[in-house]
């Protein structure tokens, strides 16, 4: 199975910051790699498909980038919706999925 | 707006059956495999099981294959979970899912529903 290993497991930063958080896979997953905010009691929310292809409606301050094992999601300018979970998904051997542990972005 | 809506979630004792249902509206829902992802309290996410667009394939991950059964009713746009043999260890949200990316299989999961809490507690 591949394992996803997110970096760091959660972040403190101010209204404004640039962020990245990093997904790193167990093996090479090529650009399969996709990318979720989840909000308190809220469902998933895609943000990022295929390593770095934003989905339609999502803010351009968020980025994604990465191929083989290591991927990034960089916030450009955080706001304050911004502060949520955040997981990366690979897609390399579907339909079996997996995803990182989360990152917890949070207001310094 | 698409739409996805689970139902069916509740308090179970271990070792008991709980079926799932997602509603599903406002897209072709039998051109779309559709997936089960579970949270457990203050965990992540967990992929459980995926179907496809008309029911002939499904996969489940380990931990629930012989006890889960996803299953689909394209007539009434509805994906729907059968737990069995609950455990602990199934307590969590599940969330239903659209898939969507490649022609063979779904790469990326979008929308997801709201979710339904299910516990296993005796």
């Known amino acids: 199975d591949i394992q996803m290993a997110q970096s760091p497991p959660s972040l403190s930063a101010s209204v404004g910051d640039r962020v990245t958080i990093t997904c790193r896979a167990s093996?090479?997953?090529?650009?399969?790699l996709n990318w979720y905010q989840q909000k308190p009691g809220k469902a998933p929310y895609l943000l990022i498909y295929?390593?770095?292809t934003l989905r339609s409606g999502v803010p351009s301050r968020f980025s994604g980038s990465g191929s083989g094992t290591d991927f990034t999601l960089t916030i450009s300018s955080l706001q304050p919706e911004d502060f949520a979970t955040y997981f990366c998904?690979?897609?390399?051997?579907?339909?079996?999925?997996?995803f990182g542990q989360g990152t917890k972005l949070v207001i310094k | 707006e698409v739409q996805l809506v689970e139902s069916g979630g509740g308090l179970v004792q271990p070792g008991g059956s709980l079926r799932l249902s997602c509603a599903a509206s406002?897209?072709?829902?039998?051109?779309?495999?559709m997936s089960w992802v579970r949270q457990a309290p203050g965990k992540g996410l967990e992929w459980v099981a995926s179907?496809?667009?008309?029911?002939?394939?499904?996969y489940y991950v380990d931990s629930v294959k012989g006890r889960f059964t996803i299953s689909r009713d394209n007539a009434k746009n509805s994906l729907y979970l059968q737990m069995n043999s609950l455990g602990a260890e199934d307590t969590a949200v599940y969330y239903c899912?659209?898939?969507?990316?490649?022609?063979?299989?779904?790469?990326?999961?979008?929308?997801w529903g709201q979710g339904t809490l299910v516990t296993v507690s005796s």
């Open positions: 295929a390593a770095s």
């Open positions: 093996q090479s997953i090529s650009s399969y």
């Open positions: 179907i496809k667009r008309d029911g002939s394939e499904k």
């Open positions: 899912a659209r898939g969507l990316g490649s022609a063979w299989y779904p790469d990326w999961f979008d929308p």
């Open positions: 406002e897209f072709s829902f039998s051109s779309f495999w």
């Open positions: 998904q690979q897609s390399y051997s579907p339909p079996l999925y997996t």
